[in-house]
């Protein structure tokens, strides 16, 4: 592990490139999940076709998705972006329908029957209590990005999958591993802390 001590400058620039990448692609991803999922939860009819064009799109092969994005998009960091962002449809689509639909029925009544309009039931009653169930599917999505991310380094768009390339390129398995292990411990810390924010939510909405 001594390529992984004596580049730890490096390590750490493309971890923050890494963490860039996962960041846009989950933002991008959300902009057109939570719509998307709320619009299913509402008419349940949309949910079957949706999450079914978001399956789709998540059984491509990640490769055969990054060859197609760089076509239209070229090499670097914005064909990633637009992989990571399309990948993360299929989870956070349903991560919303099922955090809505686990919503106890009385509660929304309730809500309606103290006068509340949609709105302030949507979001003073309805994502709260949607927000454990939700978070569980947005931690799913994130790991699930910073593994993908790493085809980052094969467009030259930077990331901790740079080094991973490098090093398979020249058969070199320290340059391989001085890239995998941080990806796969920023893996391990984000599911670490969306859990710790997962349970911290789920106790604030059993109070």
């Known amino acids: 592990m001594s390529y992984l001590w004596t580049h730890l400058p490096l390590i750490a620039q493309l971890t923050g490139e890494h963490v860039r ?3 846009c692609g989950l933002a991008i991803a959300l902009a057109a999940a939570l719509p998307l999922g709320v619009a299913a939860a509402r008419k349940p009819a949309l949910e079957t076709p949706m999450l079914a064009a978001a399956g789709a799109v998540y059984t491509i092969p990640s490769l055969a998705l990054l060859a197609l994005a760089v076509q239209y998009a070229g090499l670097g960091f914005w064909s990633v972006v ?11 689509i349903r991560a ?6 686990s919503i106890p029925a009385r509660h929304a009544e309730a809500a309606e029957g103290l006068g509340m309009t949609a709105a302030q039931r949507f ?3 309805e994502v709260p209590l949607a927000m454990p ?7 799913v999505a994130t790991v699930a990005l910073i593994a993908i991310a790493t085809l980052g380094g094969y467009v030259g768009a930077g990331g901790l999958g740079t080094e991973i390339f490098y090093g398979l390129s020249r ?3 320290e340059q391989t591993l001085a890239g995998s292990i941080p990806a796969a411990l920023l ?9 710790f924010w997962e349970r ?8």
């Open 96 to 101: 919303v329908t099922t955090a809505l639909a």
């Open 171 to 173: 058969q070199y398995p």
């Open 200 to 207: 911290g939510v789920r106790l604030r909405v059993t109070e």
């Open 123 to 125: 979001f003073r009653v």
């Open 21 to 23: 990448l996962v960041l």
């Open 82 to 92: 637009a992989v990571l962002a399309a990948y993360a449809q299929f989870v956070l």
């Open 187 to 195: 893996a391990i810390a984000a599911d670490a802390a969306f859990r």
């Open 133 to 139: 169930v939700f978070l569980g599917g947005l931690r």
